[in-house]
């Protein structure tokens, strides 16, 4: 299930994001120059730390992001049912609980019946 997007908050994004994933790859890229120049010496070592550091922060920013959409789905849960109509947990909660309250009745239904039968033939 796709959420709703605001559109005013959405174009604020993509306009603050833009220009940061911008800067982001500027940084990146005047890294390289480092790398032909004969001013600098570094070990493969230092190349790993290096990396690695902005791997793993890439990796949690992007964790970050996800998360708004894991959280949504939590939230919310799905149920099969034809026409692809989803509930919420809330009345799925509910209908657990009244199917217990059936399932707990039909149980004394039988005992109670069980009880009269025993006494209809101690008769």
Not at 14 to 23: S, T
């Amino acid at each position: 299930m796709e959420r709703e997007v605001n559109e005013e908050k959405r174009n604020k994004f993509i306009e603050n994001a833009g220009k940061r994933v911008n800067n982001v790859l500027h940084d990146i890229q005047i890294l390289e120059p480092m790398a032909r120049s004969n001013t600098y010496d570094f070990t493969k070592q230092d190349i790993e730390e290096m990396f690695s550091a902005m791997e793993e922060t890439l990796k949690e920013a992007k964790e970050e992001f996800y998360k708004k959409f894991e959280e949504k789905q939590k939230a919310v849960k799905k149920v099969f049912s034809f026409g692809s109509k989803k509930i919420d947990v809330e009345p799925v909660k509910e209908i657990i609980d009244i199917e217990e309250q059936v399932q707990n009745i039909e149980e004394d239904i039988k005992e109670i019946e069980s009880t009269e039968e025993t006494e209809q033939i101690e008769q």
